[in-house]
């Protein structure tokens, strides 16, 4: 079995205590980060997949998603680039009544690596709570809002609706996470969309131009 398959597999099973080391060997074996990445990310939805089928539940599905962060713990330091100058203040967070953070925290690993100065407020987090962090910190440019669950596309609806309807200025509103779509995007008044991290790092930099 390869190197990413064996990552893959246990990201599955939620072997916290094996999956940071498989990465390790997976990319001392000559793999490229994102690929690693990539493999984790598939595992997570064989995960889902499990879960819709009923072949596993809650508990399983958390302890996949704690795996995969202990392998992204490694890739940190090799996906996030060493930007010098500041694009200005990107606020990110998981809207209201949304736990799922893994998706949030990589496209705030590469806006971070675009060059933003990231300041993370969480999961689960009330739209007023975004018009606090803007007007708690400098400089913010790109406001950045995530959600993954069907249920929780109309807390990312009031989100944007309370952060525009705030009078404040000088930023824009990026959203996203698997439920979301252009559409809904432009229709709830965003300002941009992206369907992955990536993509969410590249939005951030032209809107914030
Ligand atoms: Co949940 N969960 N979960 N879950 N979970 C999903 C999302 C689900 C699709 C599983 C399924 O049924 N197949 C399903 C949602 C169905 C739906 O909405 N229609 C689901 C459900 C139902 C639930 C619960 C309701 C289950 C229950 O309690 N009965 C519950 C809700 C809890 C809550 O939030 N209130 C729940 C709970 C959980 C856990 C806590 C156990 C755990 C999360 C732990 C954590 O995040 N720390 C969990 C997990 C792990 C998943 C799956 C398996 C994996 C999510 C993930 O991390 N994916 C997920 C199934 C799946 O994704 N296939 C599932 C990997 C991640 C890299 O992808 O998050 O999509 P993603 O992020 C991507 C893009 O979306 C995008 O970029 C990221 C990277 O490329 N993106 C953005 C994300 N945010 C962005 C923001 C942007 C731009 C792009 O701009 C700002």
């Known amino acids: 079995m390869s190197k990413l398959q064996d990552v893959k597999l246990n990201v599955e099973k939620g072997k ?3 999956v940071a080391g498989l990465v390790q060997e997976a990319l001392d ?25 009923g072949e596993i ?10 795996a995969m962060a202990k392998g992204v713990d490694v890739l940190r330091p090799l996906l996030a680039g060493e930007g010098t100058v500041s694009l200005g203040t990107c606020i990110i967070g998981t809207v209201a009544g949304d736990l799922h953070d893994i998706g949030k925290n990589l496209v ?4 971070e690596s675009a060059g933003f ?29 995530s959600a993954l ?7 990312l609806k009031e989100a944007v609706a309370t952060i525009k309807g705030s009078g404040l200025e000088g930023f824009k509103v990026i959203v996203g996470g698997a439920p979301i779509t252009a559409e809904f995007a432009a229709e709830i008044g965003a300002d941009g969309f992206a369907p992955d991290a990536g993509s969410a790092a590249v939005k951030a930099k032209e809107l914030a131009q």
């Open 29 to 53: 074996e000559g793999n490229a980060p994102k690929d690693i990445l990539q493999a984790m990310v598939e595992s997570m939805g064989v995960v889902g997949d499990k879960f819709s089928s």
């Open 117 to 145: 100065d990231v300041v993370d407020i969480g999961v689960d987090v009330p739209a007023q709570k975004f018009v606090d962090a803007i007007k708690e910190n400098e400089n913010v440019k790109v406001v950045a809002c």
């Open 57 to 66: 539940f809650v508990p399983e599905m958390l302890i996949a998603a704690k």
């Open 16 to 18: 916290t205590k094996l």
């Open 108 to 111: 705030s690993m590469m806006i």
């Open 149 to 155: 669950l069907t249920t929780t596309m109309p807390a």
